[in-house]
């Protein structure tokens, strides 16, 4: 038969408000009668049922993580990993548990409606949007991770129009003019109107201010901008997409990607092709996860704080549960020049890339 909370108070010669109090707020009864009724507590095995202590206290514990993809595909992304790792030291330190929330069936806005956590963090999320407009009505604490800063909404990411312009400057400054970009694609939409990716929105505008500061644009034909998913893979097919179509002499000579884990993929595909990074294709990335300084040639990125960015953010959300007043924060990124980009070639490549099939 089920232990409750009336026979560890009754055992305990307590009311059942004291045994409550010495499970969840001990510090408003005094040592002696929480040692007593803890150890009543374990004598009798007692486990608390969640449900009824949500209830009771009106918390559930757990930081909410509303992820843009399945979890499977989210921690793919080393990028996003790393994101989780800062968000759970801080759960951690706080003796809180992270509710990974992935989308339901497809909609973001169902796993928001149905998140039981007492603050809850998004990735990509701007102000306006039907997500959230729900968890403003729904009254809980949320901080944006990569969205956007509003009055009504608390955003902690980089500035991603400064990155990006700084590293399309160094890939200029090296004398690259036909360029692809592995653009990020949105992973989840809420409706078609809604496809749509802020921080690439923001990353294409830094791009484009480099490109403009040489008289060119970032819809000049040699310029190549490729929708891509996050993700080694998705990197590799948009690459030999870009490699295998089209006049050897018009081939890019650099490829700059939102993701270093695309940036993985445009290692693999050129791998496979026969390609040399950087002596035939220079190869530049944004995030800088621990992958990009093991690869060969390491890779020139824009190492931006994944894991800072997740601590900061859980501990606003939790400052905002608390009734604190919070202001966004903006991180620091800076780029990091290594072995994967140099000056372009001189010509074409002296043999043909013959793509694998995709599969």
Not at 85 to 98: N, P
Request: proline fraction near 7%; include cysteine.
């Amino acid at each position: 038969m089920r232990v409750t909370i009336k026979d560890i108070a009754k055992r305990a010669g307590v009311s059942k408000t004291t045994v409550s109090f010495a499970l969840n707020d001990p510090e408003r009864i005094s040592a002696e009668t929480r040692d007593r009724v803890l150890a009543i507590v374990a004598e009798m095995g007692y486990v608390p049922d969640p449900v009824a202590r949500a209830l009771t206290t009106g918390r559930h514990g757990a930081i909410g993580l509303l992820l843009p993809q399945p979890i499977h595909e989210a921690l793919a992304n080393p990028y996003l990993c790393e994101i989780v790792r800062g968000i759970g030291e801080t759960c951690e330190e706080r003796g809180l548990a992270l509710t990974m929330l992935p989308p339901v069936r497809g909609a973001l806005i169902e796993a928001a409606r149905r998140a039981a956590v007492d603050a809850l963090l998004t990735i990509g999320v701007g102000p306006g949007t039907e997500v959230a407009e729900l968890l403003r009505k729904r009254h809980l604490p949320f901080v944006a991770i990569d969205g956007l800063a509003a009055d009504n909404m608390v955003n902690v990411g980089i500035d991603d129009e400064a990155a990006a312009y700084e590293l399309m400057r160094h890939i200029l400054d090296l004398g690259h003019e036909r360029i692809a970009i592995l653009a990020l694609m949105p992973e989840v939409c809420a409706a078609p109107a809604s496809c749509f990716s802020r921080v690439c929105e923001l990353r294409l505008a830094g791009f484009s201010r480099a490109f403009a500061e040489r008289g060119r644009a970032l819809d000049a034909p040699e310029i190549r901008v490729v929708p891509v998913e996050g993700s080694l893979e998705g990197g590799r097919r948009a690459t030999l997409a870009c490699l295998e179509s089209g006049d050897r002499a018009a081939m890019p000579t650099a490829i700059v990607a939102m993701a270093d884990a695309a940036a993985l993929g445009a290692y693999a595909a050129c791998r496979s092709l026969g390609i040399s990074v950087p002596a035939d294709m220079s190869i530049a990335g944004f995030d800088d996860i621990p992958q990009a300084s093991l690869l060969d040639p390491p890779l020139t990125t824009i190492r931006q704080p994944g894991s800072e960015k997740g601590a900061k953010a859980a501990a606003l959300a939790l400052a905002l549960l608390a009734g604190d007043a919070v202001s966004h924060l903006v991180l620091r990124a800076e780029l990091v020049v290594r072995g994967s980009t140099a000056a372009p070639r001189s010509g074409p490549l002296q043999a043909p890339p013959v793509a694998p099939r995709l599969q």
